[in-house]
Antibody, heavy 114, light 112 residues
Framework: EVQLVESGGGLVQPGGSLRLSCEVS????????VTWVRQAPGKGLEWVAN????????HYVDSVKGRFTISRDNAKNSLYLQMNSLRAEDTAVYYC???????WGQGTLVTVSS | DIVMTQTPLSLSVTPGQPASISCKSS???????????FYWYLQKPGQPPQLLIY???NRFSGVPDRFSGSGSGTDFTLKISRVEAEDVGVYYC?????????FGQGTKLEIK
């Protein structure tokens, strides 16, 4: 059974940091580009970042460039998102996904508030 | 960035009736490899999105044949031939020809 399980969300103050994790099982994680997509409360979907299977290529939406870092550990079947200098507008549910195969996690909520 | 514009933003449909959603992109999604990198997703309440249509007109595995996609270049349409109660949710178009990938604003489908 395919599973993607996000963790690491929570309440953080503006300017703070969080590291999200996505642990994957049930398919060959190392073969696929993996993506973070977020959804602010009551809003639409926003693509955040993706990473190549071997980790050699990464892309980000402009609003998070320089603040967020996507990474992966294929040996641990895990995807990460290091989020620094968090802002109120980063408040969202963060999903990890492999878009090619349409595998999605259930999401983890990040709330940036004082 | 490529802007994806969906219309309408909401839709109320009687079960058994058809529905149609349009999505326009600010630039062509046709790649030189011949593929058009355009997708339709449905997000049911309380769930992550699920892929319905990939590369304009290909139904993803398990998607009922009442869903169909069409279009080319910058103009795309999702049609539901006969809406069922389980089709409620928010429909999103997405492009992946250029990073950042971008989604439309979403179209909320409700049942009358």
């Amino acid at each position: 059974e395919v599973q993607l399980v996000e963790s690491g969300g929570g309440l953080v103050q503006p300017g703070g940091s969080l590291r999200l994790s996505c642990e994957v099982s049930g398919f060959t994680f190392s073969r696929y580009w993996v993506t973070w997509v977020r959804q602010a409360p009551g809003k639409g979907l926003e693509w955040v970042a993706n990473i190549k299977p071997d980790g050699s290529e990464k892309h980000y939406v402009d609003s998070v460039k320089g603040r967020f870092t996507i990474s992966r550990d294929n040996a641990k079947n895990s995807l990460y998102l290091q989020m620094n200098s968090l802002r109120a507008e980063d408040t969202a549910v963060y999903y990890c996904a492999t878009l090619q195969t349409d595998y999605w996690g259930q999401g983890t909520l990040v709330t940036v508030s004082s | 960035d490529i802007v994806m514009t969906q219309t309408p933003l909401s839709l109320s449909v009687t079960p058994g009736q058809p529905a149609s959603i349009s999505c326009k992109s600010s630039q062509s999604l046709l790649h030189r490899d011949g593929k058009t990198y355009f997708y339709w997703y449905l997000q049911k309440p309380g769930q992550p999105p699920q892929l319905l249509i990939y590369e304009v007109s290909n139904r993803f595995s398990g998607v009922p044949d009442r869903f169909s996609g069409s279009g080319s270049g910058t103009d795309f349409t999702l049609k539901i031939s006969r809406v069922e109660a389980e089709d409620v949710g928010v429909y999103y178009c997405m492009q992946s020809i250029l990073v950042p990938y971008t989604f439309g604003q979403g179209t909320k489908l409700e049942i009358k």
